[in-house]
């Protein structure tokens, strides 16, 4: 009999994104994935909620994701939502009308138990590996850092910044200044410095940076025509020196940065250039995993007991 259809859904701040598949002798056959990136992360107002403009946007995806998936069973859908809707006063509005469209809940879920699921959404699309790995995962207002072995994680916290919420807290009129760098990037240090508290000496060989951030500022380093996959450090920082040359989003001379973007790498550059400086890293591996495909594999477990 064929493997099921299985569906799941990330309701992110920067981007919401689908993912349908099978799991097939423990490996993940992909059939369908989109992604649409709404932002609702800038879109909080003064008073915590989520303005009425960005909601509609937000349902309208995911009714379009609805009819993405009458294939799928019901019982065989997971969706969940991160930091934009944790903050958010008036989620529960949203989360309702969420789950009248996906004829599933969507859970809101805690910034360790996202990061979890990150985890097993890398680790489960890499070979085994006798070394301990680091997950990094920047989103638009959280960022997930994680420590484990294999698909055993270790330990998982979650920081409260992200590219959206420092795009517009540090370069919302769009000036890229080496000032305004120092300032994001001493800001981004203090938070994940007590953020790491956590992780103590947990020991990691490899680190892999997971979503959007990890991925943008990859493909704009290959432009540079660094080795696609992959950050160094040395490319990290030159990236950074080439964005505050261009001194503003509208001059930035990346073709290999999706439109969409260019409004928020200034947040995100500065976010994993902390994370270097933190951690003392000098290189990190893009994953192809992410949330979305954990929860995937955590779905399956539920349903086969395996």
């Not at 964005?243 to 928020?264: C, F, K, N, S, T």
């Amino acid at each position: 009999m064929k493997a099921p259809l299985l569906a799941s859904i990330d309701i992110g701040s920067n981007s919401v994104l689908l993912l349908i598949g099978r799991i097939v002798d423990g490996k993940l056959q992909i059939e369908l994935q989109r992604k649409e990136t709404l932002r609702l992360g800038g879109a909080l107002d003064e008073h915590g909620n989520l303005q009425t403009q960005a909601m509609e946007r937000g349902l309208e995806c995911l009714r379009r994701y609805a009819g993405l998936m009458t294939r799928v069973a019901k019982e065989h859908r997971r969706a969940v939502a991160t930091q934009t809707l944790r903050e958010a006063r008036n989620r529960n509005e949203f989360l309702s009308q969420a789950h009248a469209i996906l004829g599933c809940e969507v859970e809101l879920i805690s910034g360790e138990r996202e990061g979890a699921l990150i985890y097993q959404g890398v680790t489960r699309l890499l070979p085994a590996l006798p070394e301990n790995r680091l997950v990094i995962d920047i989103g638009g207002r959280s960022t997930e850092i994680c420590v484990g072995h294999n698909q055993t994680l270790h330990i998982a916290t979650s920081c409260p910044i992200g590219s959206v919420a420092w795009a517009q807290r540090f370069f919302g009129d769009g000036i890229l200044s080496a000032e305004r760098f120092a300032a994001a990037g001493n800001a981004a240090q203090a938070a994940l410095r007590q953020s790491l508290a956590p992780l103590g000496n947990a020991p990691w060989e490899q680190a892999f940076g997971s979503s959007g951030t990890a991925g943008a500022i990859s493909k704009a380093l290959l432009q540079a025509g660094l080795p696609v996959g992959e950050i160094s450090r040395a490319g990290l920082f030159q990236l950074k020196a080439q964005l505050v040359q261009a001194g503003h989003i509208d001059r930035l001379p990346l073709h290999g940065l999706r439109e969409e973007l260019r409004p928020v790498i200034g947040g995100g550059v500065s976010i994993m250039c902390a994370v270097f400086d933190v951690l003392g890293l000098q290189h990190m591996r893009i994953a192809q995993g992410a949330l979305r495909h954990g929860l995937i594999f955590e779905l399956h477990q539920s349903l086969t007991g395996h």
